[in-house]
């Protein structure tokens, strides 16, 4: 099943949005962006700068208290509390992050590359991953798949097919859940063209949602969370839009962030202090300005009848 936009009262969707803070950092792009359990922020740029750095908000400044430099992050996960996990651009092992900055390999899948990682509140890890070569054209031979294992790598499940054999994913982007339901973005171009889909064990798609109605863009989903109360919320960069669904994929607001004057969405992280917080990275409109937001501000009386 598609879903696009549903029609809802503009009393019941009326969302007043605005920025609470902003910091410029030096990345050309925030491609991660992990909020970790003690508070620091994890952000890394593997298209340009290829950083690893490591951020915390004190007295309203982000202060760098970790740097790790040539290093092509793709995702971040945190399994236990200050235990960090990454996936890396073109690698078929998933590392540990220790105390000292240095990595620990800990899951290898070759011959398959990893991409998103995801670790659930039952301690099974999702891995995505795919064989090895050009990303697309997508050929017969592909292979496409979102890994289950539990916290040891031992292999419990994966998703490749329908019930019907055909192919679930194109390239898997991002992973997103929360109890049984598992979220993922999947792009069908380089440019990140692509859509969200809702997976159930064991092989069941929920729904797919494509984008809204009236893009000035293609969908391009850069990233996805699930917040507490089970919103779903995407980012769309080309569209200057945070998407935030329900869970049935229809829409329950669409913000449009270039009304403050945020161009080009991107990662996004919720703040494990409060869970109705969410940051996330932009930019601003002028070269090499990519911005991390403590949360992106919905007023209180949105957090009220939205996100708790």
Same mark, same amino acid.
């Given at each position: 099943?598609?879903?696009?936009?549903?029609?809802?009262?503009?009393?019941?969707?009326?969302?007043?949005?605005?920025?609470?803070?902003?910091?410029?950092?030096?990345?050309?792009?925030?491609?991660?962006?992990?909020?970790?359990?003690?508070?620091?922020?994890?952000?890394?740029?593997?298209?340009?700068?290829?950083?690893?750095?490591?951020?915390?908000?004190?007295?309203?400044?982000?202060?760098?208290?970790?740097?790790?430099?040539?290093?092509?992050?793709?995702?971040?996960?945190?399994?236990?509390?200050?235990?960090?996990?990454?996936?890396?651009?073109?690698?078929?092992?998933?590392?540990?992050?220790?105390?000292?900055?240095?990595?620990?390999?800990?899951?290898?899948?070759?011959?398959?590359?990893? @991409?998103? =990682?995801?670790?659930?509140?039952?301690? *099974? &890890?999702?891995?995505?991953?795919?064989?090895? /070569?050009? +990303? !697309?054209? #997508?050929?017969?031979?592909?292979?496409?798949?979102?890994?289950?294992?539990?916290?040891?790598?031992?292999?419990?499940?994966?998703?490749?097919?329908?019930?019907?054999?055909?192919?679930?994913?194109?390239?898997?982007?991002?992973?997103?859940?929360?109890?049984?339901?598992?979220?993922?973005?999947?792009?069908?171009?380089?440019?990140?063209?692509?859509?969200?889909?809702?997976?159930?064990?064991?092989?069941?798609?929920?729904?797919?949602?494509?984008?809204?109605?009236?893009?000035?863009?293609?969908?391009?989903?850069?990233?996805?969370?699930?917040?507490?109360?089970? @919103?779903? =919320?995407?980012?769309?960069?080309?569209? *200057? &839009?945070?998407?935030?669904?329900?869970?049935? /994929?229809? +829409? !329950?607001? #669409?913000?449009?962030?270039?009304?403050?004057?945020?161009?080009?969405?991107?990662?996004?992280?919720?703040?494990?202090?409060?869970?109705?917080?969410?940051?996330?990275?932009?930019?601003?409109?002028?070269?090499?300005?990519?911005?991390?937001?403590?949360?992106?501000?919905?007023?209180?009386?949105?957090?009220?009848?939205?996100?708790?």
């Amino acid at each position: 099943m598609e879903t696009d936009e549903e029609e809802h009262s503009d009393t019941e969707d009326a969302i007043i949005f605005e920025i609470q803070e902003e910091f410029k950092t030096e990345f050309g792009l925030v491609t991660n962006l992990y909020q970790r359990k003690d508070g620091s922020m994890l952000a890394c740029d593997n298209s340009e700068a290829h950083l690893l750095k490591c951020y915390r908000l004190e007295n309203r400044q982000l202060r760098t208290i970790q740097e790790i430099k040539d290093i092509k992050v793709f995702d971040i996960e945190e399994i236990e509390y200050s235990e960090i996990i990454m996936s890396f651009v073109g690698e078929s092992v998933i590392k540990r992050l220790n105390c000292e900055g240095a990595f620990e390999e800990v899951i290898d899948v070759s011959p398959f590359l990893i @991409r998103a =990682v995801h670790f659930t509140s039952s301690r *099974n &890890l999702l891995i995505s991953v795919r064989e090895k /070569g050009d +990303v !697309l054209p #997508l050929r017969t031979i592909s292979q496409r798949k979102l890994l289950v294992m539990d916290s040891d790598g031992n292999h419990i499940h994966e998703y490749e097919h329908d019930e019907n054999g055909q192919r679930l994913f194109t390239v898997i982007g991002r992973v997103a859940t929360k109890h049984d339901a598992i979220y993922v973005t999947d792009y069908t171009s380089y440019d990140m063209d692509g859509s969200v889909m809702s997976l159930r064990y064991p092989n069941k798609v929920e729904w797919r949602y494509t984008g809204s109605s009236q893009p000035r863009f293609k969908f391009r989903p850069c990233d996805i969370l699930v917040t507490e109360n089970h @919103r779903i =919320v995407i980012s769309d960069r080309d569209n *200057n &839009l945070i998407h935030i669904l329900k869970t049935d /994929g229809s +829409v !329950l607001s #669409l913000i449009d962030t270039m009304s403050v004057g945020i161009r080009w969405p991107y990662s996004l992280a919720i703040d494990h202090s409060d869970e109705q917080l969410i940051r996330w990275t932009c930019n601003k409109g002028e070269m090499g300005s990519n911005l991390i937001l403590p949360w992106f501000g919905f007023y209180q009386e949105f957090l009220t009848r939205y996100l708790r």
